[in-house]
Structures are given as structure tokens and as C-alpha cells.
């Protein structure tokens, strides 16, 4: 009221370098350390499968930065101001990631108190009081005219376009840029639907089948044939009248290439799949 702002205000909260330290130590998260190992590589015959495997995948990779971690993984360790030396700082603006500002942020909105009485605590209780609309972190840099490929052009591109459907996706830079529970997600999500693909192959299988021998279904042929001329009762009393068998031929064999002898296969097939 006292600001006077006509329409939507808004406030852009920045958490500089000394609180990101703080609320990381009161956290209790783990961030790299400069202490490194070596992950073993597979060696004979295993690494020279890996390796064409990995050719052989290459198309259908999302292009973005190649992992350090593939050989080389930083241990992790809560974070601690006083033990700063022991975290590879070597890049202070990307050693707090942009979804670990954010969730640092909404920790401290979630805290802090209101001056006011009758709000109680926190940014939840502002928004349900009708204080503020809403409260969101802001993307992380422009995809559109950004000069360099940042993180969120390389998921506009790799990940969310139609075009890139048949590819991997950059499941590191999601996990990344929205936090582990949105990247856990969209990595289960890839796994249900790359199972799926067996199972529609089997299924387009079975369909074929009954496309094939649907001219050699006999309830079919039958009700097909008119010579036959079976007149059927009523289906209902007094409104419906006598009908020929000839008129759901069509229905018959469009049910055959659903329900044939190989759907039993393919039922089975899906209850263990």
C-alpha cells in the first residue's frame, strides 16, 4: 500500500554468496570436495562390447556436455564454512547449481517470519492469505537469443522438442537444473516407456495375425455368408424387430482382429511383461 504499484508487483529475491554458505552448512547438504577417485573401467572384452554399443547409440544421444564423472567423481560431504579449503571452489558461481539457490531460497521464504500478526510464518502463509499470487524461481538465463548454449537452451533443444522424441534423454542436465525428485521422475518415466516398446511390437504382431486369418474364421464366414439368411430374434420386446445375422458381419471380423487365438498368447504375455 505504502509503494502504490498499479497492477502486478514484483520482488526478486537474490541470495548472495555468504547466505548460499550458510543455509548450505544449516542444510546439511553435500557438495563436492576436492577429494576425487577413479571409477574402474571395464577392461577385454566387456569395454570393447561398451564401446560399440556406445557407436552404435550415438545418434540417438542427446548432444550436451559429455560427464566428467564417467572416470573421475568428486566425493561429496555436507558443506562447512569452516572447512571451505576442503570443497573444490574452483568456479564459485556454478558451485551452487541454480535448483540449489532456488531450494535454498524457498527455505529461507519458508521461515521467515511476518511482521505482521495475523500472518503467522513463512511465504506458504502469505500466499494462502492472499499477500502474494504466487512464488516461483526464475529460469536460469535466455534460450532463445543466448550467445552460449546455457543449461536451459540445452534442455529446450535436447529435451523438450518434438523433434528429439527417439533420442536419450539428458537425464544429468534435468537432474541438474530441477533437483533430483523432477530428474528421478523423468528417468523412471524413460525406463516405463522404453519397456513398452517389446510389448507394442508384440502386441502390432498379434494384430497382424488376425488381420491374416480373419478369412479363415468360421463364426465369421458364417454370419458373412448370405446364403445362410439366418433371421434373428429381436433383441428387445415389443419395439425391436427381426434382424438378419448377415448385418454384423462387419462387427464379427473387426472383433477377430482384436480377439483371435493369439490374444490369449499376448494376454499371458503382458500379465508377465
Known amino acids: 500500500e505504502e509503494t502504490k504499484i498499479h497492477g502486478v508487483g514484483f520482488v526478486?529475491?537474490?541470495?548472495?554468496?555468504?547466505?548460499l554458505c550458510r543455509e548450505a552448512e544449516f542444510m546439511k547438504l553435500k557438495m563436492p570436495t576436492k577429494k576425487v577417485y577413479h571409477i574402474k573401467q571395464?577392461?577385454?572384452?566387456?569395454?570393447?562390447?561398451?564401446?560399440?554399443?556406445?557407436k552404435i547409440s550415438e545418434p540417438i544421444r542427446p548432444k550436451v556436455a559429455a560427464r566428467q564423472t564417467?572416470?573421475?567423481?568428486?566425493?561429496?560431504?555436507?558443506?562447512?564454512?569452516?572447512?571451505q579449503h576442503l570443497f573444490?571452489?574452483?568456479?564459485?558461481?556454478?558451485?551452487f547449481d541454480s535448483k540449489t539457490r532456488s531450494s535454498i531460497v524457498y527455505e529461507i521464504l519458508k521461515r521467515t517470519t511476518c511482521t505482521k500478526a495475523k500472518?503467522?510464518?513463512?511465504?506458504?502463509?502469505?500466499?494462502a492469505n492472499g499477500v502474494y499470487s504466487a512464488a516461483y524461481p526464475l529460469h536460469d538465463g535466455d534460450y532463445e537469443s543466448a550467445a552460449e548454449d546455457n543449461d536451459r537452451k540445452l534442455l529446450c533443444e535436447e529435451w523438450a522438442s518434438y523433434g528429439v522424441f527417439y533420442k536419450y534423454q539428458p537425464i544429468d542436465l534435468v537432474r541438474k537444473y530441477f533437483g533430483e525428485k523432477i530428474g528421478l521422475y523423468f528417468a523412471w518415466l524413460g525406463v516405463y516407456t522404453?519397456?513398452?516398446?517389446?510389448a507394442s511390437v508384440v502386441g502390432i504382431i498379434v494384430f497382424l495375425y488376425g488381420c491374416a486369418t480373419v478369412d479363415e474364421n468360421i463364426p465369421s464366414m458364417e454370419m458373412c455368408d448370405n446364403q445362410y439368411n439366418i433371421t434373428m430374434c429381436p433383441l428387445c420386446d415389443k419395439t425391436c424387430s427381426y434382424w438378419k445375422m448377415s448385418s454384423a458381419c462387419g462387427t464379427a471380423r473387426a472383433s477377430h482382429l482384436f480377439d483371435n487365438p493369439a490374444t490369449v498368447f499376448f494376454s499371458v504375455f503382458m500379465a508377465l511383461w
Open 194 to 198: 522404453q519397456m513398452l516398446i517389446p
Open 12 to 19: 526478486k529475491i537474490h541470495a548472495p554468496w555468504n547466505v
Open 88 to 95: 573444490d571452489m574452483s568456479d564459485k558461481d556454478s558451485f
Open 42 to 54: 571395464a577392461q577385454g572384452l566387456m569395454h570393447k562390447l561398451n564401446s560399440v554399443i556406445h
Open 119 to 127: 500472518y503467522s510464518m513463512g511465504i506458504t502463509s502469505l500466499l
Open 70 to 83: 564417467h572416470t573421475v567423481k568428486h566425493l561429496s560431504y555436507p558443506f562447512s564454512r569452516e572447512k
